[in-house]
């Protein structure tokens, strides 16, 4: 890549740092005063990135993730060409074109180069037969023939279909049970996300209890992308409509949002020992650059998400776009959201929610949010 401006001023090394991103991806973030012309290369066990017109910054000390593939970082001044190496845990392959960001500036932050990168090598050149044998002397290393060849990775999103089994979920008064409706809801989600080129998987296929943190750990072994966890509402004013959206938190944004969450967490009854317990482990599991670093792609999901609903005229309960509180099926390290599709206790809106019609029209405003939803930062 060219510098736009031939005789661009001199960049500078801001600040280094690395963290652990959903899928153990490890992410290299290199923060820049202007925007960075790079290189990259990748010797045995490193990552080597060379900038363009920058000047090294001997002031700053790199903030590496414990978890992290990086090990430790280095700075090199080479004239006019600031080279930085990664020495690495384990190798890696090639980064994909698409796990490579430059970040504008924002807040607190300037220009950003972002790197993402898992433990692995491409897979090898496969030897054609036993034609070697003939040529022997051209022993063709491996290190030569690393052209990555890894097809195009498929977002892998998780739909939760809420309740189920001995759990209904909230009730209408015409009868309409929450686990049936964000059921069907959930099969043309993933109807309709498949067709769109996404990998899903449902964490209920039918009629069947599961526990909030089983939920979750369907997310987590699939190495979801994104998780989508789906409700119908009841509210004690049988005049209450609308969709709510939520993330997670570790307090309610508001006492509705604390009661919603208390209400959808009791189905898993667990206690409030357990719970705390529950808590612990996840906290000991997540870093907390990783923790924000989900918080913050939820919220982005989230914000998206609310966005296409209201686009698609759906009514939208009076409040804040997006609320937070600790719902337990949220705990995870895969960023995700919590959809309250509509009020059952409200009866046209319970009518309304047995619809294919409307169903579809949920289930096209969520592909939309899918779709719109920036997966790489
Ligand atoms: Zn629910």
Redesign the pocket.
């Known amino acids: 890549m060219l510098p736009r401006v031939a005789f661009a001023a001199r960049n500078t090394l801001r600040s280094l740092r690395t963290g652990v991103q959903p899928g153990n991806k490890t992410r290299l973030v290199i923060e820049t005063a202007n925007r960075p012309s790079y290189t990259l290369s990748y010797p045995t066990n490193q990552l080597v990135v060379n900038l363009a017109n920058t000047s090294a910054n001997t002031g700053i000390s790199a903030k590496l993730s414990s978890d992290g593939l990086v090990k430790s970082i280095a700075q090199s001044q080479n004239g006019d060409v600031l080279q930085i190496v990664a020495n690495l845990r384990k190798p890696i392959a090639e980064i994909s074109k698409s796990s490579i960001m430059i970040l504008e500036p924002n807040g607190d932050n300037d220009y950003r180069l972002v790197l993402d990168f898992v433990a692995g090598t491409a897979p090898s050149v496969s030897k054609t037969g036993k034609s070697s044998s003939a040529k022997s002397e051209y022993t063709t290393s491996s290190a030569t023939a690393t052209t990555a060849v890894t097809a195009a990775r498929k977002y892998v999103i998780v739909i939760d279909a ?2 189920g089994g001995k759990d209904p ?2 009730i209408g008064k015409g009868g309409t049970r ?1 686990k049936d409706i ?1 059921l069907s809801v959930a099969k043309k989600l993933k109807n309709k996300l498949d067709a769109s080129g996404f990998k899903t998987h449902l964490t209920r296929n039918g009629d069947t209890y599961l526990k909030l943190a089983e939920r979750a750990s369907i997310a987590e072994k699939q190495h979801a992308d994104l998780f989508i966890s789906l ?3 009841a509210n004690p004013s049988r005049s209450m409509k609308g969709f709510s959206i939520y993330t997670l938190s570790e307090k309610a944004s508001d006492e509705e949002a604390k009661k919603l969450a208390e ?2 967490n009791a ?1 898993d009854k667990i206690g409030v020992s357990g719970f705390t317990e529950f808590e612990e482990n996840i906290r000991i599991a997540l870093s907390s650059l990783q923790q924000h670093a989900v918080a913050e792609m939820s919220e982005e999901y989230a914000t998206g998400c609310a966005k296409s609903f209201k686009r698609a005229d759906i009514e939208q309960q009076p409040g804040p776009d997006v609320r937070h509180a600790p719902f337990a099926v949220l705990r995870s390290t895969i960023p995700g959201a919590l959809l ?1 599709l509509g009020h059952l206790s409200n009866a046209s809106e319970e009518k309304l929610l047995k619809t294919d019609k409307h169903q579809n029209k949920l289930v096209d405003a969520i592909v939309r949010s899918v779709k719109n939803y920036n997966f790489e930062v």
Do not use: L, R, Y
């Open positions: 809420g309740h979920g909230c929450e964000v409700h119908a509402n209400a959808e189905a309250e």
